[in-house]
């Protein structure tokens, strides 16, 4: 399969908005979906978005939704130190439908 | 609910000796992956299974073997343990177009 493409690394202070993006390769993906990785644990499900819907929004976090350009982003609101992390993105890929994830982007945050 | 339940959660490997990494899931997933991450890297996939008695290779699979007999357990081999192979080891589950969910991860070691 084609890689799902983040960017590693994203600093930014906190109290401001983090923009983490993402571009998937599989355009048939029913559900996109982003993951947190906290220091030491596995990864949790934060967010997804179905394939239908351009943006969703849940408290701080906004997903948007590119279909055409294949581009996905997450946005997280008002920045806090607890949001330090690595957030992987990752799509339904295949004929086979299995989930593959992108490399992570580690979110750092400034004081 | 148990979720993914992985063992051991920590290992020493010597070179060139081999091991199991157990995963067991109870939610009737279908689907069940693979990963290793690497230190401050992303996910890369191994294996992943679509089914019982279905494998298939993921990016990077020299080196390791599975099997999935049976729908709960997907185990990850290791015959000659090396170096490289020093990582933290993700067993994930999921059915056809839902999340993932993932154990708690195995950090390995090969001295």
């Known amino acids: 399969g084609e890689d799902v493409e983040q960017s590693l690394f994203l600093s930014v202070r906190e109290g401001d908005s983090s923009v983490i993006n993402c571009t998937y390769t599989?355009?048939?993906?029913?559900?996109l979906y982003w993951y947190k990785q906290e220091p030491g644990a596995g990864l949790q499900l934060l967010t997804y978005?179905?394939?239908?819907?351009d943006m969703k929004q849940d408290q701080r976090l906004t997903v948007l939704l590119n279909k055409k350009d294949k581009h996905l982003s997450l946005r997280i609101a008002d920045t806090q130190t607890g949001d330090s992390a690595i957030y992987f993105c990752?799509?339904?890929?295949?004929?086979?439908?299995?989930?593959?994830f992108g490399k992570g982007t580690r979110l750092h945050i400034l004081p | 609910n148990a979720g993914v339940t992985q063992t051991p959660k920590f290992r020493i490997l010597k070179i060139g000796q081999s091991m199991t990494l157990q995963c067991t899931q109870d939610?009737?997933?279908?689907?069940m992956y693979w990963y290793r991450q690497d230190p401050g890297m992303g996910l890369k996939l191994i294996y992943y299974?679509?089914?019982?008695?279905?494998?298939d290779k993921g990016e990077v699979p020299n080196g390791y073997n599975v099997s999935r007999s049976t729908t709960e357990d997907f185990p990850l081999r290791l015959e000659l343990a090396a170096p490289s192979q020093t990582s933290v080891y993700f067993c994930?589950?999921?059915?056809?177009?839902?999340?993932?969910?993932f154990g708690q991860g195995t950090r390995l070691t090969v001295v």
């Open positions: 994930a589950s999921s059915s056809s177009n839902t999340e993932a969910f």
């Open positions: 599989d355009s048939s993906s029913t559900y």
């Open positions: 978005i179905f394939s239908n819907m």
């Open positions: 990752a799509e339904i890929q295949g004929r086979d439908d299995k989930i593959i």
């Open positions: 939610m009737n997933h279908n689907y």
């Open positions: 299974s679509v089914g019982a008695g279905i494998t």
